[in-house]
């Protein structure tokens, strides 16, 4: 399984007790309809970065302008950004950065506090691993940053399927009691070649007023 019918997004927040796999699932249909097009077919990028702002106004953020496609949906939670990025080896996994913002309003929002932990619960299923959080500054202020390592079978929705090791970059980034959730899932294989793109991002994202 190659290109769009590879990728397998970031699992939500589940304040309510989300399934993932539901979500895994929900993903791959996603990008299975998603129309991705080469940056060719809008002339030659003028610099490996550009800033960019979603429709929504979800944010403004470097992002790079080769091999990576932006992409925005609306889900029950409101917009939702991806940035979708190449084929793990097992061409199982796209590697995909993801945005979210949460507020009081939103439908399932739990303090940050309570969001960081309940990402951060042990699943024995998937063999999870977490790093400690960590503190880093970034443009909005200071976001907790940790690492999640889990195994899971790929594809979810197709035979036969087979392991893969996913790796999670996740930054929770305070605006007063609401937060961006940024996350970068991709196979642990190739996991370092992404940890600079997801630095920058998160120390490049800031609010758009009005918004």
Request: no cysteine; charged share 25%.
């Amino acid at each position: 399984m190659t290109g769009t019918n590879a990728l397998v997004l970031v699992f939500l927040l589940a304040a309510n007790g989300v399934n993932a796999e539901d979500w895994l699932a929900e993903a791959e249909r996603t990008a299975r309809e998603a129309a991705i097009h080469g940056l060719t077919a809008r002339g030659a990028p003028q610099s490996p970065w550009t800033r960019w702002t979603p429709n929504s106004r979800l944010f403004s953020g470097e992002i790079p302008t080769q091999g990576w496609w932006p992409m925005e949906e609306e889900s029950w939670r409101g917009p939702v950004f991806f940035l979708l990025g190449p084929d793990s080896p097992s061409a199982a996994l796209r590697a995909t950065l993801s945005v979210r913002f949460y507020d009081k309003d939103t439908p399932g929002y739990a303090p940050i506090k309570k969001a960081v932990d309940l990402m951060r619960r042990d699943n024995a299923a998937t063999r999870r691993s977490m790093t400690p959080v960590r503190p880093l500054r970034v443009g909005l202020g200071l976001a907790r940053t940790f690492e999640i390592v889990e195994t899971r079978r790929l594809p979810m929705d197709d035979a036969p399927s087979f392991e893969e090791e996913i790796h999670q970059y996740v930054a929770v980034i305070p605006v007063g009691e609401a937060y961006y959730l940024v996350r970068l899932i991709s196979s642990r294989s190739t996991y370092l070649e992404y940890r600079d793109d997801f630095v920058r991002f998160i120390k490049s994202l800031r609010a758009v007023s009005g918004r």
